[in-house]
């Protein structure tokens, strides 16, 4: 069973720091195919990165991801206040699409 | 511009069926497939599988299968999920998206609640 352990669980930070997540795969990615969402309470998810880094239209730059075969990095350079969310990876390409847990990023 | 608009809140009783419908505008409906991701209340998004809307020939991920459908009518450019026999933990916001990863594309509907109780 392919698993995606997102860490940590909650990341508490204050506006204009910086913020890493990490999203780490049981079993190497294939072509890197690994995207990373963000969701606000009561909202859907909205993709922000694909292809582990490639930035989606209207993704911030602040916004980047890294990354390959296991081990995968979403970094927010400087938090603005719309950015504490509940960030996502996924891996996709070869079914099932399967998501991480989550990380929660926090106002501290 | 792209809208999914998915059908309103269900309430159900255990072993009912619920069938949440998807309606996509502003873009070629059966040139991307349509993915369902389920959220239990105050947990993580869980995929549930997908549909290609050019032949209708689904694909479910684990713990998916059986009582799950997912449909199209392409003739009105709407995804369909109906749950069979209704259980408790059923009761989740489920969403449809618009997916094409490999091209950065994911658009997703507003979400239907669903809750199951007797």
New interface residues.
Partial sequence: EFVLTQSPGTLSLSPGERATLSCRASQSVISNYVAWYQQKAGQAPRLLIYGASSRTTGTPDRFSGSGSGTDFTLTISRLEPEDFAVYYCQKYGRSPYTFGQGTNVEIK | QVRLVQSGSELKKPGASVKVSCKASGYTFNKYAI?W?RQAPGQ????M??INTNTGNP?Y??GFTGRFVFSVDTSVSTAYLQINSLKADDSAVY?C?RED??????D????TLVSVSS
């Fill in positions: 993915n991701v993580g998004l869980e995929w599988g997908w694909g991920a684990q969403f998206a990863l490999w091209a950065g594309t994911f997703s509907g507003q979400g």
